[in-house]
């Protein structure tokens, strides 16, 4: 895999449960100017939801979470920020919510509401696969971020996906709620959209979390039905999937739960490295979600769940795995972690950096963090979901990571045992963990990268050659399997070829 430095000192923008402020003015990554626009407008049936835009100006100029504009250059895409205004459904419970996951909910009182969303979709229409990705932007860092697009981007983009991001959260329009520490960044550089530019977002207006999930819903009936702006600038979308990382994946688990079965506003929903619970539905005790709670298996539409080993033990999803079902297929994937040294390049790539301006050495702070297959076996996860989604093709099974008194087992080079296989932890150059430095929250996430040294690689493989072959034959296999997609497969092979190993 990437065996990529992960002291990066600037431009650190999004790290899976947080994400780094713009500094500075400047145009968008759509080119758009300082100006603000507030026309034209439409009621979009049949979530009689308002649409604005595209957004442009705000003290900043740029919209929070940008795409990297070299990004959306090199895969002829372009970026433009609306602004989603209407009345959000609530949902009350009937009865315990129980931890099967087999929830009964009534629609509770509606709430106005105005939010945001971000759209990247390719310049030429024939490029549109006809599948947008609707994220739910994650706030544990107590604002938004894009965990999602930031480790399948390479795969969106090179497919011709759609994405929108949705700020479907109070605490990322108007801030409040818990958040996540980050070690070395002051709490001022972590701040919601309404605080990071008041001027260009002093409309938005969040009812709260009970309220999310209506919010969320009305973005998928928008996407499908838009009117004037279009957001798609009149694409032809034909599936429509719900996707979400680790805070936002728990929002997931109880939208799967409680409001996919009544609303169907997706077609299939992909969860991200979950914990062992879901969210609540409401402030209500009577709203909160058990732990550990099961995902329901009987939606008409497919579920997928992607596990990294810290999601298993840090997050304890050990205590929520249940079988595969019809509607239901988990994948555990050995050597990851919930994040890890991809997701740190990107965030230098985005160009985002803190907004006290001094960056982030993770490197320092955590220790030598993950750089395993997370990224590349999860987008050939995506890959299989969306063929599940569109023509019915069911994804590969996945091993489950073997757990032997309450720790994950591990081989005699200490990788683990089990779960999907790669060459990173088949033909290794390195024991990769998901358990990270316990010094804090954050570096907990980031799991830990052990390189063996010259003498453990030469007794290894003894030569070079037989290191590119054996690691070729394993891409190989994981390739066949449906576990790498022919991209990563070649990326990974190329870099065992032109690596030091046991040269």
């Not at 390049?345 to 490197?363: F, N, R």
């Not at 757990?403 to 089990?418: C, H, K, S, T």
Request: overall charge negative.
């Amino acid at each position: 895999m990437r065996h990529r430095s992960t002291r990066l000192l600037a431009g650190l923008g999004v790290v899976v449960l947080l994400a780094g402020a713009c500094s500075g003015d400047g145009e968008s990554s759509s080119g758009a100017t300082d100006t603000v626009a507030s026309e034209p407008t439409t009621t979009v049936a049949p979530a009689d939801v308002t649409v604005t835009g595209p957004i442009t100006g705000g003290v900043r100029g740029v919209p929070y979470n940008p795409v990297p504009l070299d990004l959306a250059d090199e895969y002829g895409y372009t970026e433009e920020e609306y602004f989603v205004r209407g009345e959000a459904a609530s949902y009350t419970p009937v009865g315990e919510l129980t931890p099967d996951g087999r929830w009964t909910v009534t629609e509770g009182e509606p709430a106005p509401y105005e939010t945001r969303i971000l759209v990247r979709r390719p310049v030429d229409p024939d490029a549109f696969n006809g599948t947008v990705v609707v994220e739910w932007l994650n706030v544990s860092a107590g604002r938004d971020s894009d965990p999602v697009f930031g480790y399948l981007h390479p795969y969106l983009l090179r497919e011709g996906y759609a994405y929108v991001g949705v700020s479907a959260q109070a605490t990322g329009v108007e801030g409040g709620g818990s958040r996540l520490e980050v070690p070395g960044v002051p709490a001022d550089a972590l701040v919601p959209l309404k605080e990071w530019d008041p001027e260009r977002y002093a409309s938005l207006d969040h009812p709260g979390d009970a309220w999310s999930y209506g919010i969320y819903t009305d973005v998928a009936e928008m996407v499908r039905a838009p009117g004037d702006p279009n957001p798609l600038d009149g694409l032809a979308v034909e599936h429509v999937l719900a996707v979400g990382e680790s805070q936002s994946a728990g929002r997931l688990a109880s939208y799967i739960n409680a409001v996919q079965p009544v609303e169907g506003a997706y077609d299939g929903i992909f969860v991200h490295s979950r914990g062992a619970g879901g969210s609540d539905l409401g402030e209500d005790p009577s709203a909160a979600s058990p732990s550990p709670l099961l995902l329901r298996t009987d939606l008409d539409v497919p579920v997928m769940q992607f596990e990294a080993e810290t999601d298993l033990m840090f997050l304890r999803f050990r205590e929520a795995r249940q079988p595969d079902a019809e509607g239901l297929v988990t994948w555990e994937v050995a050597g990851t972690a919930h994040a890890d040294a991809d997701t740190l390049v990107y965030g230098s790539e985005s160009g985002q950096i803190w907004s006290s301006g001094g960056g982030l050495d993770a490197e320092a702070l955590c220790g030598t963090v993950n750089d395993g297959p997370h990224g590349a076996v999860l987008r050939a996860a995506m890959h299989a979901f969306r063929s599940w989604v569109v023509d019915g093709t069911r994804p590969p099974t996945s091993p489950r990571i073997e757990i032997v008194d309450d720790e994950i087992a591990r081989d005699e080079l200490g990788n683990a045992v089990g779960g999907i296989r790669t060459p990173a932890v088949d033909v290794p150059v390195s024991a990769l963990r998901g358990d990270g430095n316990p010094s804090s929250v954050f570096c907990s996430l980031f799991g830990q990268s052990a390189p063996f040294d010259d003498q453990q690689l030469r007794a290894l493989y003894g030569d070079h050659a037989t290191y590119v072959e054996r690691f070729t034959a394993s891409a190989d296999e994981a390739l066949a399997a449906g576990y790498l997609l022919e991209p990563e497969r070649d990326e990974m092979v190329a870099e065992a070829e032109a690596s030091d190993v046991a040269r």
